[in-house]
């Protein structure tokens, strides 16, 4: 079985000559996929009966994914999806809105996408990184992942503003169906999104993001840092390097110099571990000058155990960064309630083992998440 939702444009041009069909053909083909949702190929009414039949004979699907709960936050601007993939590996992608107050503008609506089920990468305040590795994602699953959340979007009469790569899993460790999910989504002529729209945020894979710099994209990187020193960061981080916090540094100042995209440096603030006022200073002694951007994050409750710092606390942190000449902001809490905030992304496993075995049939809820997602966006 292949998905055309993991194909190029260009493959699905190859296959719609291969299949004797004319060229204009590929772009109903892709029209109907992305501009209307279309998962049944049989259905696709613009398309031939010979051509439709000829695809499904041969083994084309599209969608890789069934959605089989849905969790809401009590703002209603954090919906949380949890996917089961055709193997039965289960998954979870979040959208997080942000409306402007008194604007009748659509809200930005930003897709928060995995890229592996688990994670192998162990951060010790994370808990994907504590769920375990299980398998990397194919392109067609990340895409169908936004595809899900914009037929949602679609009955709001919205849609996806920005994707971030933020979700269950490190993006560079499965870099090839990452990139391709990207080409995917960024084609004009498949999902269409800007690429200055999309975001990969990595724990620190330091060969993945030299290639990511040399591969002609416009996309945005930020590096989960978390510490200014490599020993206090191995605690954190149990696969970093013994100098990766100077190689990161490095390798940001590449990627400026490589792409011209500014990078963002993400901090998961923890009570007592790495909020202290000396250790803001370490890190604008670090960063301060490079032109990055630093999105300090008060950690959020999962099976670590950790703390997030006081709101005095925070603020007393940015505001050294900020006298060391560093921008940064604190990020907005969304959809904690819910375990579909930063860090929070994890399948549990007793009720993935309930509901592996479940009907398709999507159950809907607020604040529910114990009954489907519970404690990771990943990082």
Request: charged letters at 20%; a neutral charge; hydrophobic letters at 40%.
């Amino acid at each position: 079985m292949t998905d055309l939702f993991g194909l190029l444009t260009t493959e699905v041009d190859a296959l719609v000559q291969e299949l004797g069909q004319p060229r204009f053909r590929a772009n109903q083909l892709l029209q109907a996929l992305y501009r209307h949702g279309a998962t049944d190929l049989a259905s696709i009414a613009v398309l031939p009966a010979a051509f439709r039949t000829a695809l499904v004979e041969g083994g084309y699907t599209a969608g890789a994914a069934t959605c089989i709960h849905t969790a809401t936050s009590d703002d209603g601007d954090t919906t949380k999806l949890l996917l089961r993939m055709a193997d039965g590996i289960l998954i979870e992608t979040v959208l997080m809105q942000y409306p402007e107050p008194g604007s009748a503008r659509h809200p930005r609506s930003t897709v928060c996408v995995s890229t592996q089920s688990g994670c192998a990468m162990g951060c010790t305040f994370c808990a994907t990184g504590q769920m375990g590795f299980e398998r990397n994602l194919t392109a067609a699953e990340v895409v169908a992942q936004v595809m899900h959340i914009a037929a949602l979007l679609r009955q709001r009469g919205q849609h996806v503003t920005n994707i971030v790569f933020m979700g269950m899993g490190e993006p560079l460790a499965n870099y090839g169906q990452t990139i391709r999910a990207i080409r995917i989504l960024t084609d004009p002529r498949a999902f269409g999104i800007a690429q200055r729209s999309i975001t990969v945020s990595t724990v620190g894979v330091l060969r993945g993001i030299e290639r990511l710099a040399a591969e002609d994209l416009q996309v945005g990187l930020a590096i989960s840092l978390h510490a200014a020193d490599d020993q206090l960061r191995q605690r954190l981080v149990p696969t970093a390097g013994p100098h990766s916090v100077r190689d990161l540094v490095e390798a940001a100042r590449t990627f400026f110099a490589s792409t011209g995209r500014r990078v963002t440096f993400e901090y998961a603030l923890i009570a007592g571990v790495n909020d202290a006022p000396e250790q803001a200073e370490a890190l604008g002694r670090l960063i301060g000058g490079m032109g990055v951007h630093v999105n300090l994050i008060p950690v959020n409750p999962t099976a670590g155990g950790f703390e997030k710092p006081s709101r005095p606390r925070v603020v007393a942190f940015e505001g050294i960064l900020r006298d060391r000449g560093v921008n940064c902001t604190v990020r907005a809490e969304k959809g904690s309630e819910i375990a579909a905030a930063c860090g929070q992304l994890r399948t549990d496993i007793e009720a993935a083992a309930t509901l592996r075995s479940a009907g398709p049939s999507p159950v809907h809820g607020r604040r529910q998440a114990g009954r489907g997602p519970a404690p990771s966006p990943g990082r």
